[in-house]
């Protein structure tokens, strides 16, 4: 197998990448940067950068990298990306060999972006990184699936596989323009039923509880995206040790979800017994990058709030110490 080249390895790249004529037109894209701008590769090769990027502060930058021949920086700059939606980013500039320029774009973290800046670009940049470990992750649950001949052992490496998939759908729905969700027919029990399964081969698993309405109908969504707001839910009880996790389902009539009142709403309760929210994340709880755990991300119950308006509904909690519960609220009729 012959050593990958340079533009080979751009175009793994997770970080966007451009390489622009003197006069500034785009002549490639990787495309990490493609996704992140929302266009396509072949609509914006030849195109001027910063009419692309809809921020003329670019242009002096790269004049500048263009004749002074060393690196230019521009921090927190507001990049236009496609249906009006803006990204935050540290752009690097430098001149190449052949007089060309070669541009970096770097996503910032959701906290130095603006207010409005939705948080579906802000991840984009981590969505990138996360897919290569994935990648790696399930290569290697395949390996084992092959050759280990415990059946036990066999269907853990095929949950691990399974899970992979499942969350390098998610990753690439957040890479996707708009993000949109797949709608299909969802069986609510049917998916907590999967969360416990997956609960139930953490290290420390908790006493699983069940505690359904059997006569709910199915509801419409995304159940790769429902499922991934609960385990990020039931996933916290655990961290915050919880030793018992209650799933509940009940309907709930005249609920106010957005600018809307619901006739009925789907209410699904994860419930513990963990030592409660901390009096000082109360207020910040669902902003991304807040975490009440040292090695804890912030991005999990951010993203499962995002997930629950994307459906037309909600997430919200009360917590005192000995009980917590996380509520996801789902219209019983699409708006």
């Given at each position: 197998m012959h050593a990958p080249d340079q533009a080979e390895l751009l175009t793994l790249l997770g970080t966007g990448v451009a390489?622009?004529?003197p006069d500034g037109r785009m002549s490639w894209l990787n495309p990490a940067l493609a996704e992140m701008?929302?266009?396509?590769?072949r609509t914006a090769t030849?195109?001027?950068?910063?009419?692309?990027m809809r921020n003329p502060a670019l242009a002096p930058h790269l004049e500048r990298a263009r004749t002074e021949r060393r690196a230019f920086n521009l921090r927190t700059a507001c990049l236009g990306?496609?249906?009006?939606?803006?990204?935050?980013?540290?752009?690097?500039?430098?001149?190449?060999?052949?007089?060309?320029?070669?541009?970096?774009?770097?996503?910032?973290a959701a906290d130095l972006a603006p207010a409005d800046t939705?948080?579906?670009?802000?991840?984009?940049?981590?969505?990138?990184?996360?897919?290569?470990?994935?990648?790696?992750?399930?290569?290697?649950?395949?390996?084992?699936?092959?050759?280990?001949?415990?059946?036990d052992l066999r269907r853990l490496a095929a949950m691990?596989?399974?899970?992979?998939?499942?969350?390098?759908?998610?990753?690439?729905?957040?890479?996707?323009?708009?993000?949109?969700?797949?709608?299909?027919?969802?069986?609510?029990?049917?998916?907590?039923?999967?969360?416990?399964?997956?609960?139930?081969?953490?290290?420390?698993?908790?006493d699983i509880r069940h505690d359904y309405?059997?006569?709910?109908?199915?509801?419409?969504?995304?159940?790769?995206?429902?499922?991934?707001?609960?385990?990020?839910l039931a996933r916290n009880a655990i961290q915050a040790d919880a030793g018992t996790v209650t799933l509940r389902t009940r309907v709930e009539h005249g609920v106010r979800l957005g600018d809307r009142i619901a006739?009925?709403?789907?209410?699904?309760?994860?419930?513990?017994?963990?030592?409660?929210?901390?009096?000082?994340?109360?207020?910040?709880?669902?902003?991304?990058?807040?975490?009440?755990?040292?090695?804890?991300?912030?991005l999990g119950l951010a993203l499962s709030r995002e997930i629950a308006i994307e459906h037309g509904g909600d997430l919200r909690y009360t917590s005192h110490p000995g009980e917590t519960t996380f509520s996801l609220y789902l219209p019983m009729e699409r708006p």
């Open positions: 390489l622009l004529e701008l929302g266009v396509g590769q030849g195109q001027d950068l910063t009419t692309l990306v496609g249906r009006g939606q803006e990204l935050v980013a540290d752009v690097s500039m430098q001149r190449v060999d052949d007089g060309r320029i070669l541009v970096e774009v770097h996503p910032l939705p948080l579906s670009a802000t991840l984009r940049g981590f969505a990138h990184e996360v897919k290569n470990p994935l990648a790696g992750l399930r290569g290697a649950a395949q390996l084992l699936e092959r050759r280990v001949g415990d059946a691990v596989i399974a899970e992979a998939d499942r969350l390098a759908t998610l990753a690439d729905g957040l890479l996707r323009h708009g993000g949109a969700a797949r709608i299909a027919p969802v069986n609510v029990h049917e998916l907590l039923e999967r969360l416990g399964a997956l609960l139930a081969s953490e290290p420390h698993a908790p309405d059997p006569s709910l109908p199915d509801i419409l969504g995304d159940a790769d995206r429902l499922l991934q707001v609960l385990l990020n006739r009925a709403a789907l209410r699904i309760d994860v419930v513990d017994n963990g030592p409660g929210v901390p009096d000082d994340l109360r207020d910040t709880l669902f902003h991304p990058l807040v975490s009440g755990r040292p090695d804890g991300t912030g």
